[in-house]
T-cell receptor, first 111, second 112 residues
Framework: SQKIEQNSEALNIQEGKTATLTCNYT??????LQWYRQDPGRGPVFLLL?????KEKRKERLKVTFDTTLKQSLFHITASQPADSATYLC??????????FGSGTRLQVQP | DAGITQSPRHKVTETGTPVTLRCHQT?????MYWYRQDPGHGLRLIHY???????DKGEVSDGYSVSRSKTEDFLLTLESATSSQTSVYFC???????????FGPGTRLTVL
């Protein structure tokens, strides 16, 4: 069955460092992969979409890579700030009607 | 915020009672979704709709029904609420250009 794995343990880093979150998937051939941010008590918010033919995508301090051979996406936040503290969800997409989300990784940036 | 509202935002009910949650959108999106989110399980799809009167089941649809009689409204009904349905429920719509989803603020439901 299709499976999405994100590190369930919280990631704690110091302000100014680069945070790297991992999304692994199995039994999938996604055409794209999306990353979302979720703050406590709120709905997820879309951040970035990367397609299968794109190796890397950037948006301000965010960078996403997509390796279809490894079946993995890495999500980087450079020069992290305490305001980046949140849970980050990945969602591989196949172009079908519904997305499946990973359970998310909580990031805590310490000042 | 893609003009999505959910009501009620909080509800406490008793086991065995019917509950209806409402999702309303203002931007005429075709696809609408209901998810539940629980610790350790992440977001799980309950039902979704791809047009008026067109709905399909997600991975955790047992005990839930949906209706969509108008483009802007997608209703989720728990016919007879159980304690296992205590959760946070999110509604979402799919963007017009990409498969990006936009979420509502959520409804926290407690079944005693």
């Amino acid at each position: 069955s299709q499976k999405i794995e994100q590190n369930s343990e919280a990631l704690n880093i110091q302000e100014g460092k680069t945070a790297t979150l991992t999304c692994n998937y199995t039994n999938y051939s996604p055409a794209y992969l999306q990353w979302y941010r979720q703050d406590p008590g709120r709905g997820p918010v879309f951040l970035l979409l990367i397609r299968e033919n794109e190796k890397e995508k950037r948006k301000e301090r965010l960078k996403v890579t997509f390796d279809t051979t490894l079946k993995q996406s890495l999500f980087h936040i450079t020069a992290s700030q305490p305001a980046d503290s949140a849970t980050y969800l990945c969602a591989p997409g196949t172009g079908r009607r519904a997305l499946t989300f990973g359970s998310g990784t909580r990031l805590q940036v310490q000042p | 915020d893609a003009g999505i509202t959910q009501s009620p935002r909080h509800k406490v009910t008793e086991t065995g009672t019917p509950v209806t949650l409402r999702c309303h959108q203002t931007e005429n999106h075709r696809y609408m979704y209901w998810y539940r989110q629980d610790p350790g399980h992440g977001l799980r799809l309950i039902h979704y709709s791809y047009g008026v009167k067109d709905t399909d089941k997600g991975e955790v649809s047992d005990g839930y029904s949906v209706s969509r009689s108008k483009t802007e409204d997608f209703l989720l009904t728990l016919e007879s609420a159980t304690s296992s349905q205590t959760s946070v429920y999110f509604c979402a719509i799919k963007g017009l250009i990409t498969d990006t989803q936009y979420f509502g603020p959520g409804t926290r439901l407690t079944v005693l």
